[in-house]
């Protein structure tokens, strides 16, 4: 039985498959209906004084249209291609996203004097906790995966991959 070729998505562990197909798109979908149906709860996430301003109602509307490509994107690509090349593309350029919302927090914690959270006076909210870590914890998948880190090596099987190469080989 020959190994699958490099550039299909046979090759993908389960873990990442599972978190890319579900996990990913369904946190972004919540994101979305954050910013188009709550936008005073966007606003107060990371910012928990801050006042909604509805002339301000664009910005919420694109970052929860941003989410909702992302979920789309996220929930679709996984599903209709098997090409290993496109998950990565995909993956690696949502980091360019990951990474202005991480920033974004950054900010927000920055000037709400909440950088720090074991600081006196700086401790976070629930809502930094959820934001800050749930983007990290996307970001750091999406980071391992455009690496390779967890794939087997050239040549090995990967017990938790997608395919069962069993079934391909009858």
């Known amino acids: ?14 873990a ?7 996990m990913d798109p369904l946190t972004a979908l919540y994101g979305a209906w954050l910013h188009l149906a709550t936008p ?8 928990p004084g801050a006042a909604h301003d509805p002339a301000q109602a ?17 929930a679709l690509v996984p599903r209709v291609s098997t090409d290993l090349r496109v998950w990565r593309a995909l993956q690696a350029s949502l980091l360019l996203a ?7 927090a950054y900010e927000a914690l ?7 959270p074991l600081d006196v006076g700086g401790r976070w909210t629930d809502d930094d906790v959820a934001v ?6 996307i970001t750091l998948v999406r980071a391992l995966f455009v690496l390779g880190v967890g794939f087997a090596r050239e040549g090995k099987t990967d017990k938790g991959a997608v395919a069962s190469r069993d079934k391909r080989a009858a």
Do not use: I
């Not at 990442?16 to 579900?22: A, D, G, P, T």
């Not at 664009?58 to 249209?65: H, I, L, N, S, T």
């Not at 920055?110 to 720090?116: A, F, M, N, T």
């Open 110 to 116: 920055r000037r709400g004097g909440r950088l720090w």
């Open 16 to 22: 990442y498959v599972l978190f890319f197909k579900y």
């Open 58 to 74: 664009f910005v919420y509307r694109q970052a929860g249209g941003l989410a909702l490509a992302v979920a789309a994107l996220a």
């Open 40 to 47: 005073a709860e966007a606003a107060r996430a990371l910012a």
């Open 98 to 104: 990951d990474a202005a919302a991480l920033s974004g």
């Open 1 to 14: 039985m020959s190994p699958p070729p490099p550039n299909t998505t046979s090759v993908v562990p389960l």
């Open 132 to 137: 800050v870590g749930s983007y990290a914890v």
